[in-house]
DNA sequence: CCCGGCAGCCTGTCGTGACAGGTTGTCGAA
DNA sequence: TTCGACAACCTGTCACGACAGGCTGCCGGG
């Protein structure tokens, strides 16, 4: 391997083994590094790097979780068969967080966001009666730069008072109904399919329009069973694939 | 605390961070430490079970990505509050119960069943040598007729000899693998993306290569970490809809 | 040419020590 | 009683060292 690394900042502003991680990460995602081909030992990342085997496994450890590397045993590590994937758990609160922690970039912006009248389905996804105001939002949601997820969001706005008016950007809107209504996820259903975008849709996460997306219904409701969120996402299923954990 | 915990075995047989990680989850399975109750920090686990911290954060590490426990910064590790427990009604053994409970006649037809030599991705999934002996398995899920569910399995054969003879039309797999293997899983993670299906694919769900689907990865382990089960599953979403429910 | 043994490489595991920075609880001053 | 400062605690991060056991490749013998 002949390729020129960059050198790690130790300003201690971001840890070792991030930064390394990234360095591992971006030659595989701009394809230096093909698939099934072999990184070096940790020995010699340690080596090139001038930086422990503790920082050298714990970067290794991530990409592993990450599903970007593969281990075999007692042999070394090797780039994953498969295509470049993030890790999704769940699909609301945790994974921003989760991304974010695995040193992506997760911006947010609000691409609509007002006050209106429950149709139908926001009715009884909702359990309200139908034209009840309702929040709507719709937002896109991108990692290191690439759309990623869109979100049509609708909220009883008798729960979330001026959430028309508030500033959502780059923010977790969990994070907002925590702290400024108090609001706690107790539990929530997901249905999941796959479809194609519309025009609109496919142009906002820069595919086309026959491009194949995990379409993403859910509800979402607190202990006294009150429906707080309803929403659809449209998923770029390309970039990431959407992780379930059953414990 | 008052807890008494084990004495962990130094012979070598198993990981000292793996038999801390086990008596950890006992405590949590048995209601010992109930929701959000935090656990002993890292220093203190080092001095009860006589082993360094680097063990400690090795347990604790297995123990939040199973998700039993949380960090807070800087602030130690919890039991994770039951409530946010993954639930999860999809493709195995639960999703045809509630179809037939709802009065579907779901019926599954084995295409393939051999022993084979795992390749890469099998053992990486399954976390075993690359050649090991596995069973495959293709089988096809029907719903009243309409082809709904294609999933190939792989097993480690060691785990379940003979599974490449046996008779498994129309029945769970679960079932067998619990009744004749004593297999009772733990857990899996599952990831799911929107893909085309090839020709051959197509063909066995009778549908287009042009329609979108559902992807569905799969692995499954026991108590002990053992992944006895890996598996790809292809889902027509235009049938039925991908449930996950979070609790 | 084939095969078996051995040296060397590599990971997994474990221990020790160290320091920065954030959090908490306490305690005394106001 | 309230508030602010300070000490104690705790995690995250990093370095270095060590050893067992598995795997590979090479080399020499048959």
Redesign the interface.
Known sequence: MTITYPRLNRDGAEPLWMQLMRALRAEIDSGELGP?QPLPSEAELSDMFSVSRTVVREALRELV?QRLI????GRGAFV???KT?LRFV?TTSGSADDLRESGRRVTTQTIHQSLGQADEREAALLRIPRGEEVVRLRRLRCVDGQPWLLVDTALPARLVPGLERAVLENQSLYDVLRRRYGIEP???????????PDSEDAALLEVST?T???GI?SVAWLDDNTRFEAYYALHR??QT???????
Chains 1, 2 share one sequence.
């Not at 593969?70 to 045993?73: A, D, P, T």
């Not at 694939?241 to 414990?247: C, D």
């Open positions: 099934d979780q593969y281990k075999i045993k994953s068969p498969r994937e769940g107790a539990a929530a259903d997901r249905w999941i399919e796959a479809v194609f026959s194949p997306l995990l219904e299923s390309d694939r959407f992780y379930v954990g059953i414990r």
